[in-house]
């Protein structure tokens, strides 16, 4: 029988990120993931300076094998619509892989790893639990993303009453030919919204690879959406005429819209498993990180004691960092939706200030602060 401090069901950055907060603090910490690292995640991928201050990312360490892609540009616009460009003086965000990334947060988390193992089965035990009839901890993390078991576990209804955002999207290394057609450039990702902006497209090419992908509030006529932003990019000339088919799927909630319980007797999540994309863009790397360093925060104060009451700081730290719930309803605040699309994504003020550096950037939110 093993035993831990902690169990951490999902080596995405939001395990990863609070595993190593919690060993940095003597804590013994397992993680468990179904996949075996490094992994493909559907993900546009790219981070903002904030998420490498609060992951104390070593960037130069980290780019001696791995894509770290500086973005200095975004080009916007609507999906067959007018276009622009949008030029900052220095490094907004960062490109990744995602494959890269993950591995390379798991592997320096310093947590057990239990890999290509997943979660089947959970039954309480006194003040702790049992899990797989072969674990026994006090305290289960869930950070699993959207389908997280533990979330299940805690009541979540998955796919069912929840209104999710679906996504499709595609990585892969380009051909020389491919390099030679693509007029995407590497520090300047493309954001293509939908007329009714329920949801938005993008284009990013980092290096030799090109990622392209569409999300969107509902699954209702995803792929069709997705078909017609993938022939727009073509007949603009923007990718190659001959890009492979196999898009990947993935969901999420964004932040206010779910009700998913956070907090239960040695239990919690985080990540997209507590619903906590930003409801604006749907990024969900930024948010993944700090509720995980929130969480390692309350978990080290409650010092061994997991009951609900002494776990409710972290609910209470989630508010404070993300606000009050959202209303749902699609890309921005749902009273601007109709005027956007007419008449504000064409202003390059609202573009820069509101689109870019309120939704996608957040640069009015300063990076979160650890011990």
Not at 16 to 32: F, K, N, P, T, Y
Not at 67 to 72: G, M, S
Not at 138 to 158: E, Q
Not at 210 to 215: Q, T, V
Request: net charge positive; aromatic share 8%.
């Amino acid at each position: 029988m093993e035993t831990c401090d902690a169990l951490i069901i999902g080596g995405g950055p939001a395990g990863s990120s609070c595993a190593r907060e919690l060993r940095r603090h003597g804590l013994d910490v397992m993680i468990m993931d179904k996949a075996s690292f490094p992994r493909d995640k559907v993900c546009a991928g790219w981070i903002t300076p904030p998420v490498v201050e609060a992951l104390r990312l070593d960037t130069e360490d980290y780019r001696q094998k791995n894509v770290l892609q500086p973005i200095t540009a975004f080009r916007t616009g609507m999906i067959d619509g007018d276009e622009q460009e949008t030029h900052y003086p220095a490094t907004v965000s960062y490109g990744i892989r995602r494959c890269e990334f993950d591995d390379y947060l798991l592997q320096r988390s310093g947590a057990r790893l239990l890999q290509e193992q997943s979660l089947d089965s959970v039954e309480r035990r006194g003040s702790g639990w049992l899990v797989n009839d072969a674990i026994t901890t006090p305290l289960i993390i869930g950070a699993g993303g959207h389908f997280c078991p533990v979330a299940r576990f805690m009541g979540a209804n998955i796919g069912a009453s929840e209104p999710a955002v679906t996504a499709k999207e595609i990585e892969f290394e380009m051909s020389p030919a491919q390099r030679d057609a693509c007029r995407v450039r590497s520090d300047t990702p493309e954001l293509y919204f939908c007329r009714d902006m329920k949801g938005y497209g993008w284009c990013f090419r980092k290096g030799n690879f090109l990622n392209i992908g569409l999300g969107r509030e509902g699954s209702q006529r995803l792929p069709q959406h997705l078909q017609n932003f993938c022939e727009f990019l073509k007949q603009r000339g923007r990718i190659p005429n001959d890009i492979p088919d196999k898009f990947h799927g993935h969901a999420y909630l964004l932040y206010g819209h779910s009700v998913r319980k956070q907090i239960d007797d040695g239990m919690l999540l985080v990540g997209d498993a507590a619903g906590l994309a930003y409801p604006q863009s749907g990024e969900g790397i930024r948010p993944a990180v700090e509720s995980a360093l929130m969480a390692a925060a309350t978990i080290i104060e409650a010092r061994g004691d997991y009951r609900r009451q002494r776990l409710q700081p972290y609910a209470s730290r989630l508010t404070a960092r993300f606000g009050a719930a959202a209303a749902p309803g699609g890309v921005g605040p749902a009273f601007l939706r109709n005027f956007l699309a007419g008449k504000l994504l064409g202003n390059k003020w609202f573009t820069r200030h509101v689109v870019l550096n309120r939704w996608f950037l957040h640069t009015h939110q300063s990076a979160m602060q650890n011990a």
